[in-house]
DNA sequence: AACGTTCAGTAAATCGTTTTAGTAACAATT
DNA sequence: AATTGTTACTAAAACGATTTACTGAACGTT
């Protein structure tokens, strides 16, 4: 039988407030906000108010206040996956901003599961999420609250989509190869359901044919499972060396997959970069101390995150009639390390 | 103006689905939550309700919900940081659980800044999340949730911390160089404010001493500075190596370092592991594609986030008047790689 | 003295649920 | 015929704020 005492444990109410300063909840509330009717209220009286408030730690119940106020500052952000240092990089930057505007935010994973997929977004509405950012995942329905996409798959009505300029990040990748020798280049693509796919795809083909190069020169491979794991580039690349095609030099489709190949080639002797050169995508945190070095092109996730967050924010608070636009664009860089080199001079 | 029609927009409460049923919200919500009470209701009424509700696409307020209830069905979740690769493998476990049971999370990073470490629990509670997992945070006061920490820094009155098995990963790691031959270890420890770091070096010198390796033939270098970078691992080995003394192996304090130590050693032409054997420590995601392949003592981070958030879980629902364990260990794991070898021998 | 203004505040509705405590209407029991 | 029990509901009070629309008192003006 505790009952009696539980109620007044930890937090103060409002209402207990007003008892104790013989005061409405009227007149603190509109103190405590400072709302311009207060503006009657004399001084005297208001620091009395802020005095109890302080003294018995008031802390206003953020449910009421959200209900009442139909706002919980609170987004949602849907990834594929915690922990392949992608999404926790672009989390990072969303978090960058959100904190600073007073808002939360629910992260949930889908794993590339239907199922998930179907229902998470839906999990989130019901959680009265003002805003959804979704990183990496497609969206298979109009979505019920304002939306900003990361390297989104599909355009959606009304959803404004964070992407790579790829044509840049492409021109950037080949160029790099082509300028150190490479004329035999083999492309690690993505798996099916990755977004970039075929984009990447796509613009990496111009970028060759740009320079000369045949896209029928370039050998592929595709990246198959859905663990981020370095596993699938080490079997992508395995399968590279069985198609006994030449080449000098390998573009993969992110740096977890050129790590993988790097294993495979060295451990069919070859040299990284003296007798292949592997170039990644992403600039993950791994890249940069891997052995050798991984050359990269650098995705700038943390400022994807921040730029989504941003828009997401601009869109409900800042300028709700404004037009959005639907695609934002953000630069890759080349990011030189030791994993490519100039194209071995053979015989 | 559009007022009126918004009202409607998107939702429908309770009460217009009365309206529309001619019924009266108290008997819908008894329908609805097949409360005991509802068994009076005959099944013709409950079906009319089920299926309007269904038609019209109704879905009850979080909000409204979770006021009456005092329920919010949040947990919230402190990290030092997001981006570092050890936190999210943590979170995908407690996600993992947390998912299962219908419950979300608000992750916070407090970057080992002061003031975030004040303020974010302040505002975790005020989101009235009912309990709170802090990894690898110190907890300065008295936290007003129920609360569970991981790899915690102090012992806090009423709060449960997930721990590694200390003595048996140093066990496992000093046994493993010593099995090797190596008699000469140095030691990079972590920094003041990492949690692990005094109970780390204090293990691993007890293992040492029951080996007959007298505690002061363990050279070591302390991480200094607060990037998840292996750039500290990198300066540590530097230092290492200038200070002139004789070491056969490093045991690192994280993997990161570890990453970071290999680099300089080759940088100074020392090759690992035949010239320095290097082990480090968690096995994050990118331990296993260094080159060479670190070995490591594996954490079970994912493992960690599981049984915290379900602990935390069974605190609040399952069994709320149980004594919780103020320790709940787990158990390290040896992973041998390739950066560990037989000790060289000398002339 | 009557009227309008400012001052200092409050009552009550509202947000959208859940839950307690009923209440009519009818049937069964004594 | 009065009591008790069921059945099928509902009114109203929570939950804890915010906000609209007042109200009485004091003051100033003509």
Request: without cysteine.
């Amino acid at each position: 039988m505790k009952g009696k005492e539980d109620k007044t444990k930890g937090t103060i109410g409002l209402k207990q407030l007003a008892q104790h300063l013989k005061l409405s909840t009227t007149t603190l509330s509109l103190v405590l906000n400072d709302a311009p009717s207060a503006a009657s209220i004399p001084k005297e009286t208001k620091d009395r108010i802020f005095k109890a408030a302080k003294e018995l730690n008031y802390r206003p119940n953020y449910l009421a206040r959200s209900l009442r106020a139909q706002r919980t500052h609170t987004f949602g952000v849907l990834v594929p996956e915690l922990s392949d240092g992608y999404s926790s990089m672009v989390l990072s930057g969303v978090e960058s901003v959100l904190a600073a505007a007073g808002y939360l935010y629910f992260t949930a994973s889908h794993m590339h599961n239907d199922e998930l997929l179907d229902k998470l977004p839906q999990v989130l509405v019901e959680r009265l999420v003002e805003g959804l950012i979704a990183v990496d995942t497609p969206i298979r329905s109009m979505p019920q609250v304002p939306t900003v996409t990361i390297s989104g798959h599909n355009a959606v009505e009304g959803v404004t989509n964070v992407i790579l300029n790829h044509e840049h990040a492409a021109e950037l990748g080949i160029g790099h190869l082509y300028d150190l020798g490479h004329r035999s280049i083999a492309i690690i693509i993505g798996q099916e359901f990755s977004s970039d796919t075929e984009e990447r795809w796509r613009t990496i083909g111009e970028s060759a044919e740009r320079r000369g190069i045949a896209i029928d020169r370039l050998v592929t491979v595709q990246l198959e499972g859905d663990t981020p794991s370095p596993e699938l580039g080490y079997e992508a690349a395995k399968s590279l060396l069985a198609l006994g095609e030449k080449f000098t030099a390998v573009f993969a489709f992110n740096d977890i997959s050129a790590i993988g190949a790097i294993r495979a080639f060295e451990e069919s002797g070859m040299r990284v970069p003296a007798d292949v050169s592997v170039l990644g995508f992403d600039d993950i945190y791994a890249a940069a101390f891997q052995n050798p070095a991984l050359t990269t092109i650098r995705q700038p996730l943390f400022e994807m995150g921040r730029l989504a967050a941003q828009t997401l924010l601009d869109m409900l608070v800042r300028d709700p009639e404004k037009q959005f636009e639907s695609v934002l664009t953000v630069e890759p860089t080349l990011v030189i390390r030791q994993s490519t080199a100039r194209v071995p001079v053979t015989l």
